[in-house]
């Protein structure tokens, strides 16, 4: 097989309540990344931005020509811990920081396999012919309580605690992510999303929007889709193509890291 690049669309959009946004990502060829910060005084921006922006330098050495894989995958995952360890510092140097935190999910394409980092309640998704796929697992209490078995998927839109996450990164160390790792195929489609997309539209509904259409209308459409929807919180969509033709090797970051 040839080798596989990401061929990109993304956008982010402030939404129809939020005073600002607070989510960030960026896309290059080999890894794409969303961030959705948290906490007041716009430190879940700061939060966002920081992932992110690290994310973005540190991928210039996860994808260099000179690393192998073994060790390309080492800096991959110990970036999260990178990061961490940044959130840390930027509340040591401002406490009113102090609290901020951001959920991160990130796909990462070395030897047409697609490795997943994640922490929070963004989302990967996998668009394979018909069929759409979560590939990450939301780090929430409802997810806990789905898992448990002590309620049901009907339960979870008026659920009190639906938007309570029990992971995050906000510079409290001892991260333990798994790093789970796809086949790869020409023409898998990969969406990227802060849960301003995925707690207003159920996967049907997704599905529907980025199937058959090209990457900018399919980004587009989800964000449309938000909107009419009420789009109550900051909305992110990444959508990343598995193509073998090659693509710039830049990097385009959005939302509050931009």
């Known amino acids: 097989m040839s080798q596989l690049y990401f061929a990109t669309s993304a956008r982010s959009a402030v939404g129809l309540v939020r005073s600002g946004n607070e989510d960030s990502a960026f896309t290059s060829r080999n890894i794409v990344a969303v961030a959705d910060g948290m906490g007041g005084h716009a430190a879940g921006e700061v939060a966002s931005k920081i992932a992110i922006s690290t994310l973005a330098d540190l991928s210039k050495v996860i994808t260099s020509p000179d690393v192998d894989s073994e060790s390309s995958d080492d800096i991959y995952l110990n970036s999260f811990h990178t990061i961490d360890q940044e959130l840390k510092a930027a509340v040591q140097e401002s406490p009113e920081l102090s609290g901020m935190g951001t959920t991160l999910t990130s796909l990462f394409l070395r030897n047409n396999e697609v490795a997943l980092l994640h922490i929070g309640d963004s989302r990967a998704y996998r668009l394979r012919g018909n069929s759409l796929d979560q590939l990450s697992v939301d780090h929430t209490v409802i997810q806990e309580l789905l898992n448990q078995g002590a309620i049901s998927q009907s339960d979870v839109a008026t659920h009190p605690q639906r ?12 991260l333990d992510l798994p790093l789970p790792v796809f086949e790869g195929k020409v023409k898998d489609r990969y969406l990227v999303c802060s849960d301003g997309l995925s707690s207003v539209l159920s996967e049907k509904e997704i599905k529907s929007l980025i199937k058959g259409k090209d990457r900018d209308e399919a980004v587009g459409a989800l964000i449309d889709a938000t909107y009419i929807n009420g789009a109550p919180d900051n909305v992110t969509v990444v959508i990343a193509d ?4 090659v693509q710039p090797d830049n990097i385009e970051k959005i939302g509050a890291a931009q």
Do not use: A, F, I, K
Not at 165 to 172: A, D, I, K, R, S
Not at 242 to 245: F, H, Q, S, Y
């Open 163 to 174: 938007s309570v996450l029990t992971q995050v990164l906000m510079g409290e160390g001892n």
């Open 242 to 245: 598995l193509v073998e033709e």
